[in-house]
Nanobody, 132 residues
Framework: QVQLVESGGGSVQAGGSLRLSCAAS????????MGWFRQAPGKEREGVAT????????YYADSVKGRFTISQDNAKNTVYLQMNSLKPEDTAMYYC?????????????????????????WGQGTQVTVSS
């Protein structure tokens, strides 16, 4: 079992920055696929970014490339999402997810960051609100 706890959400004006954190506990952390997903009101949950903790490979949705950066701190069992140049359309509940199948990262990247249902572990989410 893996427990995921997100933090770092909040309200910011367009053009601002936030850093989300996802702390993992409860099981072996290495060689997982971990990712960030988001869901805006009335919309489906979508993939934002993923990272393979065993090697550091990262993948991004086209909508956030160049603005968001996913990273990891293995010593702290934590994955981060640095979000810069935020836009009102980034407003959503952001969720951290993890799965022991490390290949999942490259697989969902190949299909447009879809396939969230394959992730076995999810956090409770943290709200990000960007005002214009």
């Amino acid at each position: 079992q893996v427990q995921l706890v997100e933090s770092g959400g909040g309200s910011v004006q367009a053009g601002g920055s936030l850093r989300l954190s996802c702390a993992a506990s409860g099981s072996t952390y290495s060689s997982y696929c971990m990712g960030w997903f988001r869901q805006a009101p009335g919309k489906e949950r979508e993939g934002v970014a993923t990272i393979y903790t065993g090697g550091g490979s990262t993948y991004y949705a086209d909508s956030v490339k160049g603005r968001f950066t996913i990273s990891q701190d293995n010593a702290k069992n934590t994955v981060y999402l640095q979000m810069n140049s935020l836009k009102p359309e980034d407003t959503a509940m952001y969720y951290c997810a993890a799965d022991s199948n490390g290949l999942l990262c490259s697989v969902i990247a190949a299909i447009g960051m879809r396939g969230q249902e394959a992730f076995g572990y999810w956090g409770q989410g943290t709200q990000v609100t960007v005002s214009s």
